[in-house]
């Protein structure tokens, strides 16, 4: 695939960008997103193009989401409209559902890329605000992130973030990416993860921004109880009617619980 010293594009510390170069890892992305023709696809990060060549030689037309200015002039060299359409940008104030616009009734929307490790939590967090509108979402992410996606309540990696994805997609971790797949090789191991949208019946809170609230609470002080934590929302009685123990510190507790916890404070 491409080469760092023969494409002549300095990785930038500020983008978070690593490239990836091992054509049997990217073969096995690809085939593991599985493009079918015509499909209404968005690569976040397209970088040097090693995972854009081939989705555009699957699906025919590809969007792709990049604020490296010198990377978009290199995309437009090598692709026409036809094939290509560059949204110039950053990904995190990006409006994902203008894509999703023409797209009526089942959400088609399919949303891919390597995302940089640097801003990995925050574009997680805008991307579930799409969910409604997206049909799955396949992304190259730093291990230690993905576990903490599909971590379950009790362990070290469960959190805010594995609650809040959890409410709203079916995840899944796909396969390890060794650092030596890219360049600059990263420190750190990466892991393909796959986000499928849950159905709107199956969510369950009444109120999303309270539901939203709370968890960040319980998990803003991670050393403290939930008596402590949730003292402005719920008080222990209530929790105890709920089959909770307000001794508990928020990370034994499901993402069911706390759609029950912020359903009883919402008067649901």
């Keep these: 695939m491409h080469d760092l010293e023969t494409d002549g594009h300095r990785a930038r510390k500020r983008f978070g960008q690593n490239f990836l170069s091992d054509p049997n890892i990217i073969r096995k992305i690809i ?3 599985r493009p079918q023709p015509g499909e209404l696809m968005v690569e976040i990060g397209p970088g040097l193009g ?9 699906l025919g037309h590809l969007h792709v989401v990049e604020i490296d200015r010198d990377l978009i002039a290199r995309l437009h060299e090598r692709y026409t409209a036809e094939q290509l359409t ?3 940008g950053d990904a995190l104030k990006f409006d994902f559902g ?3 616009a023409s797209a009526a009734g089942i959400p088609s929307l399919r949303i891919v890329g390597n995302l940089p490790y640097n801003i990995s939590t925050p574009i997680l967090f805008h991307l579930a605000g799409f969910a409604d509108k997206v ?9 230690e992130v993905v576990m903490r996606m599909v971590a379950e309540p009790g362990s070290e990696e469960y959190g805010r973030l594995s609650v809040m ?3 709203r997609f079916r995840m899944g971790r796909l396969f390890d990416v060794p650092p030596g797949a890219f360049r600059p090789a990263p420190k750190v191991m990466s892991s393909i993860v796959r986000l499928a949208p849950l159905a709107a019946d199956q ?5 999303e921004a309270l539901f939203g609230r709370i968890v960040a609470a319980a998990f803003g002080q991670r ?3 939930l008596r402590n934590t949730l003292r402005e929302f719920i008080d222990e009685g209530a929790l105890a009617e709920l089959g909770i123990d307000a001794g508990l510190r928020g990370e034994r507790l499901s993402v069911e619980q706390y759609v029950a916890i912020a359903n009883r404070c919402s008067g649901a």
């Design 165 to 167: 994805l959890q409410y």
């Design 86 to 88: 560059v949204h110039e």
């Design 50 to 58: 090693a995972m854009t060549a081939p989705l555009i030689e699957r």
């Design 203 to 207: 969510l369950g809170a009444e109120n």
């Design 31 to 33: 085939d593991g997103i």
């Design 223 to 225: 050393r403290k109880t």
């Design 135 to 143: 049909k799955d979402m396949t992304f190259m992410l730093q291990k």
């Design 98 to 100: 203008s894509l999703a």
